[in-house]
């Protein structure tokens, strides 16, 4: 079993910067993708980011310039840089790992728009 723990979301006005980290722990070995998907009420969980364990990224095309992914291998963390925020960014943004073909989702963390 793999736990993942999402920390830093909150309230930011439009044009602001917020940090998502995301921890995993647990049976570690041998998780490849991790990223970040978001939640708005009424809509469906999207992609918003994914980084490979070797670093390859994908990134949805209306974060793309304002939103960074990156990992600490060593510490089985992803974060996601989100700069440039726009009120329709907010939503419970969802932290996923994938291993063995397995798909293992954190608890969620929000980000809302104070603007």
């Known amino acids: 079993q793999v736990q993942l723990v999402e920390s830093g979301g909150g309230s930011v006005q439009a044009g602001g910067s917020l940090r998502l980290s995301c921890a995993a722990s647990?049976?570690?070995?041998?998780?490849?993708?991790m990223g970040w998907y978001r939640q708005d009420p009424g809509k469906q969980r999207e992609l918003v980011a994914t980084m490979t364990r070797s670093g390859s990224t994908t990134l949805e095309d209306s974060v793309k310039g304002r939103f960074t992914i990156s990992r600490d291998n060593a510490k089985n963390t992803v974060y996601l840089q989100m700069n440039s925020l726009k009120p329709e960014d907010k939503a419970v943004y969802y932290c996923i790992a994938n291993l063995a073909f397995r798909s293992y989702w954190g608890q969620g963390t929000q980000v809302t728009d104070s603007s």
């Open positions: 647990g049976s570690v070995f041998g998780i490849n993708d």
